[in-house]
């Protein structure tokens, strides 16, 4: 049975989460179809213009990102302080682009005045917005219904498009969030649809070399703000030329006929105090190693404390691999 999304989802223990999404259908999401010979190559432009235009309204940013074949895997940070922050216009703003809100709603916009009780509804439903606005299952809902829609009318046809639920796996130390970061961006290198992470196509680390070359970082995605450190401001907590550097190793090692092995002196690695050989499998491996939350004894503990789940799955391979 599945398990419901509140007990995966604890922003008490972490605010980063892996998404998976995966087609039903035989035809490909994206790519060319052997059986027909069509293409639907188009389809991956439009999974990662509504992914980026989804973390732009949502209070949520998209650390990582991959869009294959016939899956898609996202890595999310939840950012639930700005959504309480934002004022109620601002959330009403954000909520519009997605949805048509309500009379109430369209009558605020308009600046119109509401009387007593429309003021009771519209702020019933601000507080709605706000909590939708930083859930993750709201997020991929949008993100998926529009594709699946999309699609479906391309193929004049009805009927189920993705494969059930999108999967979730919280993050919960930096351990485990810098092995699903590198995870999700090698794999079009992992699946050979591409040689290198810059000619990885619709995929967070190409779109972060090319800002790179440019001396910048996208706007469209949560930005790397070095090492942990006091008073450490919003973002991924690791170099951005390390992370590249690391990601740019990783895809050279993973090859067939060819064991894979980092210097131990890679920043990252030196610092999470990852082995090398156990780096390469959980960056080629990880959603097959892990099938829930991810992270050191001590987090996972934290985590399922907070849920209240009896069991602490995953942590034979969390101690033997993120040790």
């Avoid at 439009?46 to 732009?56: A, F, H, Q």
């Avoid at 404390?305 to 995953?314: G, H, S």
Wanted: with cysteine; proline share 2%; charged share 30%.
């Amino acid at each position: 049975m599945a398990t419901a999304r509140k007990k995966q989802i604890s922003l008490t223990d972490t605010k980063y989460y892996h998404c998976i999404s995966r087609c039903v259908r035989r035809a490909f999401l994206c790519g060319e179809d052997k059986f027909t010979g069509k293409s639907y190559e188009h389809r991956r432009d439009w999974v990662e213009e509504k992914l980026l235009m989804l973390g732009s309204v949502f209070c949520i940013d998209i650390c990582a990102y991959a869009v294959m074949s016939n899956h898609t895997h996202i890595v999310l940070y939840v950012d639930d302080k700005k959504a309480k922050r934002l004022s109620d216009e601002a959330i009403v703003i954000r909520w519009h682009k997605l949805f048509k809100g309500n009379w109430v709603s369209q009558k605020f916009t308009e600046g119109e005045p509401l009387n007593e009780s429309e003021q009771l509804i519209f702020d019933e439903h601000v507080a709605k917005y706000r909590e939708r606005l930083a859930d993750i299952s709201w997020f991929m809902r949008v993100l998926n219904e529009d594709i699946a829609r999309r699609a479906n009318k391309e193929d004049n046809c009805t009927g189920r498009f993705w494969e059930g639920r999108f999967k979730s796996q919280a993050l919960l130390d930096e351990a485990a969030l810098a092995a699903c970061l590198a995870y999700v961006d090698l794999n079009p290198i992992r699946a050979k649809i591409a040689a290198t992470p810059e000619t990885s196509d619709y995929t967070s680390i190409k779109k972060r070399i090319d800002h790179a070359k440019r001396g910048n970082q996208p706007k469209s995605l949560l930005r790397f703000a070095g090492s942990p450190r006091k008073h450490m401001p919003k973002g991924l907590p690791f170099e951005l030329k390390s992370y590249i550097e690391l990601v740019e190793l990783t895809g050279k090692c993973i090859r067939v006929d060819k064991r894979g092995y980092i210097n131990e002196a890679q920043v990252i690695l030196t610092r999470l105090n990852i082995e090398p050989e156990n780096w390469i499998k959980l960056t080629t491996q990880f959603s097959q190693v892990f099938h829930g939350a991810v992270g050191r004894e001590r987090t996972i503990t934290a985590y399922c404390e907070t849920l209240q789940k009896r069991r602490r799955t995953n942590l034979t391979n969390c101690e033997r691999l993120l040790a």
